[in-house]
């Protein structure tokens, strides 16, 4: 079975560009996470979603949107772009309770300059 | 509100040697536990969780970690590091069954030392 995919897996933007990231979670799970980890620290939360509906939001500017489709893939989108939007976003996958756990994808690694 | 400490930024071992990674929580409700492992330029792994079930939980690899709920703890431990074992490791928590976030803490990166 796929596990979690993202695309693209590296991305060079320009400050005030706008980025979409992709992810496709596991066949059967319906629930995604989007995660932002800054180099050195441990990934902070940024949106869930469950049956395409909004579930959380982080502590993250507006700036930041997400949806999930019909399939149950997922966008992130970031506007305006800033030097500190530079991490490695990571998604996650779930079957939608917690105690079953979250698989992640391997990350897109967005470097802001 | 949930949050997470772990105690230590890097560990080093030698190989073969007890490895100890530490993790205390808070949590205003019954709390579910994880450990995940990183790799340079790579996603987490799961290596074990704790779902209010045993209070001993065994994982890949050979990881396990125990719940103490009165020391607020999960720390994970394992009895022989390999050198494969090298890796940045995170623990998190979620406060309840449903659709919570995961809570990290800031990793604590383990080196082995042959």
């Known amino acids: 079975d796929a596990g979690v995919t993202q695309s693209p897996t590296h991305l060079i933007k320009t400050r005030g560009q706008h980025v979409t990231l992709r992810c496709s979670p596991i066949?059967?799970?319906?629930?995604v996470s989007w995660y932002q980890q800054v180099l050195g620290q441990g990934p902070q939360f940024i949106f869930q979603?469950?049956?395409?509906?909004?579930?959380g939001r982080g502590n993250f500017p507006d700036r930041f949107s997400a949806r999930q489709f019909p399939n149950y893939s997922s966008e992130l989108n970031v506007n305006a772009l800033l030097l500190g939007d530079s991490a490695l976003y990571l998604c996650?996958?779930?079957?939608?309770?917690?105690?079953?756990?979250?698989?992640f994808g391997s990350g897109t690694r967005l470097t802001v300059v | 509100a949930q949050s997470v400490t772990q105690l230590g930024s890097h560990v080093s071992v030698s190989e073969g040697a007890l490895v100890l990674l530490r993790c205390n929580y808070s949590?205003?409700?019954?709390?579910?536990l994880f450990w995940y492992v990183q790799y340079p330029n790579q996603g987490l792994q799961l290596l074990l969780k704790?779902?209010?079930?045993?209070?001993l939980v065994k994982g890949i690899n050979g990881f396990e970690a125990e719940f103490k709920k009165s020391e607020t703890s999960f720390h994970l431990t394992k009895p022989s590091a390999h050198m494969s074992d090298a890796a940045e490791y995170f623990c998190?928590?979620?406060?309840?069954?449903?659709?919570?976030?995961?809570?990290f803490g800031k990793g604590t990166r383990l080196s082995v030392i042959a």
């Open positions: 996650a996958s779930s079957s939608g309770t917690v105690q079953y756990g979250y698989t």
């Open positions: 066949s059967g799970h319906k629930s």
């Open positions: 979603y469950y049956e395409k509906e909004e579930r």
């Open positions: 949590s205003s409700v019954p709390p579910y």
């Open positions: 704790y779902t209010s079930a045993a209070t």
């Open positions: 998190a928590v979620s406060g309840d069954s449903g659709n919570t976030p995961l809570v």
